[in-house]
């Protein structure tokens, strides 16, 4: 009888460590899927910090920041995001000379520079968190 439960347990203890193998294969297998083939040289970018199958709404891993862009909940900004946290027009990057500069545009929960909560128009530089709800991005500049 205890040769049977034992074989019984070791036979689980098995299927129990393949499924925790085969787990940690497709997440690695999802993190190189995610990295794309878009090159970003010279280029200033906003890089999701949070892992993207964690949001239970659609957002992409990185924005080109080509120009002034505007982020909120709306369908008429360039950086749409359907999360109840985000106002429908919440920020703006807006760029002058090579130079990038962060607004929040009296978003209902702000906007937040490296934890501080934006009050004024701020001059973003390479490796700068935004936070805006439960999101957080890079600021990335290549130039």
Request: aromatic content about 14%; charged content about 30%.
């Amino acid at each position: 009888m205890y040769s049977i439960l034992a074989l019984i347990f070791k036979y689980i203890f098995i299927i129990v460590i393949y499924l925790f193998i085969f787990s940690i294969i497709r997440l690695i297998y999802l993190d190189i899927k995610s990295m794309d083939a878009i090159s970003f040289e010279d280029r200033a970018y906003l890089k999701l910090i949070n892992r993207k199958d964690s949001l239970p709404f659609k957002i992409d891993e990185h924005y080109i920041i080509d120009g002034d862009i505007k982020l909120g909940r709306q369908n008429n900004n360039d950086i749409v995001i359907k999360d109840q946290y985000v106002s429908k027009e919440h920020f703006q990057i807006v760029e002058d000379e090579k130079e990038y500069y962060l607004e929040d545009l009296e978003s209902v929960n702000g906007t937040y520079l490296n934890g501080d909560k934006l009050y004024d128009i701020v001059k973003l530089k390479d490796g700068d968190i935004i936070r805006i709800g439960k999101i957080e991005f890079l600021f990335v500049n290549r130039e």
